[in-house]
């Protein structure tokens, strides 16, 4: 259960509880963590976190797109976007996520979708347009670290201009397209118990940190959404 009372899950069907797909294999998830959250920074600091975001992702074997601070009904977050290879097969999955920090817990929603058997091709066609020395790119959090990499964070996948939103268009439906659509359509949609509003704001890592009791979720807490 999480402090989530409303969200827009039209087009999704239930695989488990928290956990939902549509018939395009997207999979939405909401998660919440009665822990101090994990955050390498604070909201207010968008350059150290997002250097923080991407080393950890990076010693993941995986890449962070992008992580832009901003807002989910009324309270602060940090939007990710984050590709990681499959492992089991050539490809990429990617992930949108906004997690939602407060003194003492946290609540996430993520949306997750990965290549299928044609791989590689937004990346190609892209490159080729653009050219090899403009396609790829110093990671904007590496503070000019060789490799592009954050910190000179060994591993994980190069950043690119391919993953821009500005392509997204010309693929509607890469992955990567899909995942950030569905993030933004659905996060207007969302919102949260008061309880979890009143919480006090995540101080960052290295801030006293107050634990106050959030009561724990009446059954019938999270409600289904549908388009009007």
Do not use: C, N
Not at 3 to 30: C, K, N, Q, Y
Not at 75 to 104: D, E, H, I, Y
Not at 190 to 209: E, H, S
Request: net charge neutral; no cysteine; hydrophobic share 40%.
């Amino acid at each position: 259960m999480t402090p989530i009372t409303s969200l827009d899950l039209t087009g999704f069907t239930e695989r488990e509880p928290g956990v939902w797909t549509d018939e395009a294999g997207l999979v939405l998830s909401v998660h919440f963590f009665p822990l101090i959250p994990d955050l390498p920074a604070a909201l207010h600091e968008p350059q150290r976190l997002g250097a923080g975001l991407a080393q950890l992702v990076a010693g993941a074997g995986g890449g962070l797109i992008e992580a832009v601070p901003g807002s989910v009904d009324g309270v602060p977050a940090v939007r990710q976007l984050v590709k990681m290879p499959l492992g089991s097969r050539p490809g990429q999955a990617f992930l949108g996520s906004w997690t939602v920090p407060r003194a003492g817990s946290s609540t996430v929603v993520k949306v997750q979708a990965a290549e299928g058997a044609t791989t590689g091709m937004r990346e190609a066609m892209i490159m080729a347009q653009v050219g090899p020395a403009e396609y790829f790119r110093p990671h904007p959090y590496a503070d000019g670290q060789p490799g592009g990499q954050p910190g000179g964070q060994p591993g994980g996948l190069p950043y690119h201009v391919g993953d821009h939103e500005e392509w997204d268009a010309r693929f509607p439906d890469h992955p990567l397209t899909v995942v950030r659509a569905a993030l933004q359509r659905i996060t207007p949609t969302i919102t949260f118990d008061d309880r979890f509003k009143a919480l006090p704001p995540f101080g960052g890592p290295g801030a006293p940190q107050s634990l106050p009791h959030l009561p724990p979720p009446r059954r019938g807490w999270f409600r289904r959404r549908k388009d009007a």
